[in-house]
């Protein structure tokens, strides 16, 4: 019973493929279906839904475009979190690389803006100072109002 709800429930696509998945019809309990399932979607396995390659490939792809609006940004911004947090937690990224990584996402004439952003917001400000992503997510909505 419980396959047949999945199947009406599920994209067309996806029900056609789970149908005729060898096991489908065999198997007699939950979890041998959804290992079956899963199987076909290698990008669920939680240990590997992304790599360093995902997140370096996101941040150099964004870094030869301009944002044209704060809901570009915020929609990469987004993006960027779920992998970088992602990483952290798996212990492939450190805080500090994050924090670095974000600022070369930005186009080198937003990167400027933000910089002399945060020197009007304190001109003492360390120039060694790796900027939070809380502190370049404010600076990138104030540069691109």
């Given at each position: 019973?419980?396959?047949?709800w999945?199947?009406?429930?599920?994209?067309i696509?996806?029900?056609?493929?789970?149908?005729?998945?060898?096991?489908?019809?065999?198997?007699?309990?939950?979890?041998?279906?959804?290992?079956?399932?899963?199987?076909?979607?290698?990008?669920?396995?939680?240990?590997?839904?992304?790599?360093?390659?995902?997140?370096?490939?996101?941040?150099?792809?964004?870094?030869?475009?301009?944002?044209?609006?704060i809901?570009q940004?915020?929609?990469?911004?987004?993006?960027?979190l779920?992998?970088?947090?992602?990483?952290?937690?798996?212990?492939?990224l450190?805080?500090?690389?994050?924090?670095?990584?974000?600022?070369?996402?930005l186009?080198?004439?937003?990167?400027?803006?933000?910089?002399?952003?945060?020197?009007?917001?304190?001109?003492?400000?360390?120039?060694?100072?790796?900027?939070?992503?809380?502190?370049?997510?404010?600076?990138?909505?104030?540069?691109?109002?």
């Amino acid at each position: 019973a419980r396959k047949r709800w999945t199947l009406r429930y599920a994209p067309i696509e996806a029900a056609d493929l789970w149908e005729y998945l060898p096991g489908w019809t065999s198997a007699t309990d939950w979890a041998t279906v959804k290992r079956n399932v899963a199987a076909r979607y290698p990008a669920c396995d939680y240990e590997h839904r992304y790599t360093f390659a995902d997140f370096t490939s996101l941040v150099d792809s964004q870094a030869n475009q301009e944002f044209s609006s704060i809901t570009q940004w915020s929609e990469f911004l987004n993006q960027y979190l779920v992998i970088s947090q992602y990483l952290i937690a798996q212990h492939r990224l450190d805080p500090l690389e994050q924090q670095r990584y974000l600022l070369r996402s930005l186009s080198p004439s937003l990167r400027l803006q933000v910089e002399s952003y945060m020197y009007r917001i304190d001109p003492r400000c360390d120039p060694e100072h790796i900027m939070s992503v809380a502190e370049v997510d404010t600076a990138v909505t104030y540069c691109l109002h």
